[in-house]
């Protein structure tokens, strides 16, 4: 496994097999993306978020062919149950990328609040952890088995108003990065699977650079840009990615 930071390139994917996929967070606009690249690249796409009206209107936004569930992440029982219903209709997930988050900030270190570290928390840590828990074994077990979570620049950076933020983001990579290990422990013949964080500054839509006409988002990756990265995962080998942070050019 490779601690620094590489820059991801977005592949064809081109002859790959058709996987089963699953988009957790499917519901913002980065999820929207993905889903949608995902679905034109060939594979089967499959959405969760938290209300159904909202991943119902994503999927729909995604394209047709798109299935959206419901679920809270934060609920491992739950995960459970989505896995299962997932596994009767499906069978088994081959990729699971993780776009469930959320940001939180303060002016310093004295004013972190317990209640945004706790939406932190939950949104970028448990959810992850009950994500990486019920599929591992699948992922383990497919042919091209990816776990993929989207990070931010700024855990190589962390600033006293970003505490919270950077230390769940942090988290939430370290959690990744030991995934890529367990990956990493098989036969002789090496793993098919990969656990790999994706880095990027911030992220950016349409919408919203409609909304802000008179910012220039420097720096920030457009989702659509993000969403070719993740179908790019699948078109390189499970060694080359395994534990890799993949900067994303902008």
Same mark, same amino acid.
């Given at each position: 496994m490779n601690d620094g930071e590489d820059t991801g390139s977005a592949g064809a994917s081109d002859g790959a097999a058709v996987l089963n996929v699953l988009v957790t967070g499917g519901s913002g606009a980065s999820g929207i993306a993905v889903a949608g690249a995902l679905l034109r690249a060939g594979h089967r796409v499959f959405t969760a978020g938290s209300d159904w009206a909202r991943i119902e209107a994503a999927a729909a936004k995604a394209g047709d062919g798109v299935t959206p569930l419901v679920c809270d992440l934060a609920d491992l029982a739950a995960v459970h149950v989505l896995r299962e219903t997932l596994a009767g209709t499906a069978g088994r997930m081959d990729a699971v990328i993780h776009l469930v988050g959320g940001w939180r900030g303060a002016q310093g270190i004295a004013d972190q609040s317990?209640?945004?570290?706790?939406?932190?928390?939950?949104?970028?840590?448990? =959810?992850?952890?009950?994500?990486? &828990?019920?599929?591992?074994?699948?992922?383990?077990?497919?042919?091209?088995?990816?776990?993929?979570?989207?990070? @931010? =620049?700024?855990?190589? @950076?962390?600033t006293a108003a970003t505490a919270s933020y950077v230390a769940a983001k942090a988290a939430a990579e370290t959690w990744t990065m030991a995934m890529?290990?367990?990956? @990493?422990?098989?036969?002789?013949?090496?793993?098919?699977?990969?656990?790999?964080?994706?880095?990027?500054?911030?992220?950016?839509?349409?919408?919203? &650079?409609?909304?802000?006409?008179?910012?220039?988002?420097?720096?920030? =990756?457009?989702?659509?840009?993000l969403a070719a990265a993740v179908v790019g995962l699948f078109s390189r080998p499970a060694a080359e990615l395994n534990g890799r942070r993949l900067l994303l050019a902008t």
């Open positions: 317990d209640a945004d570290w706790d939406f932190l928390e939950r949104g970028a840590i448990t =959810t992850l952890r009950n994500a990486s &828990r019920v599929f591992y074994d699948d992922l383990a077990a497919s042919e091209s088995g990816r776990f993929v979570m989207v990070s @931010s =620049t700024a855990v190589a @950076s962390p890529a290990e367990g990956f @990493s422990r098989t036969g002789a013949s090496g793993t098919h699977a990969a656990a790999v964080v994706l880095v990027v500054k911030a992220l950016v839509d349409a919408d919203l &650079r409609r909304k802000h006409p008179e910012r220039t988002f420097a720096g920030a =990756t457009d989702v659509e840009d």
